[in-house]
């Protein structure tokens, strides 16, 4: 059966569901589904291809550098600024792929100029930051390109990241997390809700979805390895217990989802994810890879599950391999939180299947 037609019967199967209630733009739709598989390149494609712009963006930048354009810190920021600027106006205009592989290598090119000829005026490193982020901001709002909006999440929480590094206020990391986790938390359980509205919101919905979830991942990173940076180990534990109210709660949204109204079954879960969150205390990265895990597994977002999937890996490895344990203790433990997985896999997946027979 065709693809189009699937989506015409899935339509009516929820047209007889909702009843009269129920009300769509089925041609809108359509047209939005045609539009996407008549796209004659997918991601790799475009990576490839921005990849190439990248690299020839980079090669003129060096022949303007043979030829003594920057022998002044001027030149830097005027070919920077005029970078940036006409690669947002190019993709405000137009959306073609040619046009994405020029604007989007000159914009990273652009902001790299920028900060490179502020830097050699001796301007205050917090100011740099401050202006990148501005115009990283104003990107996001002008223009509804999908990497191009990715990029200025990136560089806007790697902004505030670095503000918090530079001026060492390192333990602000917490509340860096609390709030990436926080937010990445809303945009997830309100996706019906956002991309219904016919705004610049729905339609930057994909990116800022992605673009939050390695936010949150740069502040995770930069715990989950001890001492990387000089945080209070004392306190790592204040990240955790957002993290596990926050998991906790998507836990229980889950379990409402599914409809599943049997005490024990509900006891059961909320014990296993209580006992496995708890564990976490000390390693608030884990937490917050599960957090994205479970969000995917909500949503049914399968880039960002196996995103949060590889980081469960790594933090986990990271932890015990961190930890001032004998190798045979950090056997114990790997091989007891193994244990403790695999039991809530089957008691779980035994108790929703005999939930729904009944």
Known sequence: MEPLTNKKELLESIRSIEGSTFDCDEKAILQAYNKEKEQPSNLAIKILSILGGFLATVSFILFLGLVGLYDSELGFIVIGSLLAISSIALNKKYDRLIIDTFSISSYISGIALLAFGLAALKVEQNLIIILISMIATSSLIITQNYILSFISIITISGSLLSLILINEFYNLIHLYIAASTLLLVFIYLNEAKII??????????PPIRIGLVFTLLLGLISIGRRHLIP???HYIWLSSIVMILVAL??????????NIKNTPTKVLVYLFSTLILASTLFSPSISGAIIIVLLSFLVNHKTSLAIGIIF??????????DLNLTLLNKSILLFSSGILFLLLYFVTSKKLNSHEKI
């Open 231 to 233: 945080i209070d180990q």
């Open 312 to 321: 469960i890996i790594y933090f986990v490895s990271q932890y015990y391999y």
């Open 196 to 205: 219904s509205y016919k705004n610049k919101l729905s339609k930057l919905y």
């Open 249 to 258: 709660y998507i836990v229980f949204t889950i379990i409402n989802i599914n």
